[in-house]
């Protein structure tokens, strides 16, 4: 059973940066789709970004439009471990972050076909 831990979140003012870390264990994060939704209240949880499994090309990534050139997703797999710099962030960025893993795609980016999730992290962008 993999387990995943976000950490990272807080509270930044707007055009700020924060990364975000997600920390696994019980399992190899290289040999997930590992990616970042969020969710705003009163909103459904939405894709941000995602990273592939690594084989031996190395790993591609995927980011929503919305956080294209702003947020950028990359792993450590000498730590087991994925990041997601968030730089440039608006008010409309405030949400808590999930770290989601699959096996079951190339890509964690749609929550059908997550296998594990962590528990979240909070992040605030003030105007």
């Known amino acids: 059973q993999v387990q995943l831990v976000e950490s990272g979140g807080g509270v930044v003012q707007a055009g700020g940066s924060l990364r975000l870390s997600c920390a696994a264990s019980?399992?190899?994060?290289?040999?997930?789709?590992v990616g970042w939704f969020r969710q705003a209240p009163g909103q459904e949880r939405a894709f941000v970004a995602s990273?592939?499994?690594?084989?031996?090309?190395?790993?591609?990534?995927l980011h929503a439009d919305s956080v294209k050139g702003r947020f950028t997703i990359s792993r450590d797999n000498a730590k087991n471990m994925v990041f997601l710099q968030m730089n440039s962030l608006k008010p409309e960025d405030t949400a808590v972050y999930y770290c989601?893993?699959?096996?079951?795609?190339?890509?964690?980016?749609?929550?059908?076909?997550?296998?594990?999730w962590g528990q979240g992290t909070q992040v605030t962008v003030s105007s």
């Open positions: 990273i592939s499994r690594t084989d031996w090309s190395g790993s591609s990534t």
């Open positions: 019980g399992g190899t994060l290289s040999n997930y789709g």
């Open positions: 989601a893993a699959t096996t079951r795609a190339l890509y964690a980016s749609s929550s059908n076909y997550i296998d594990y």
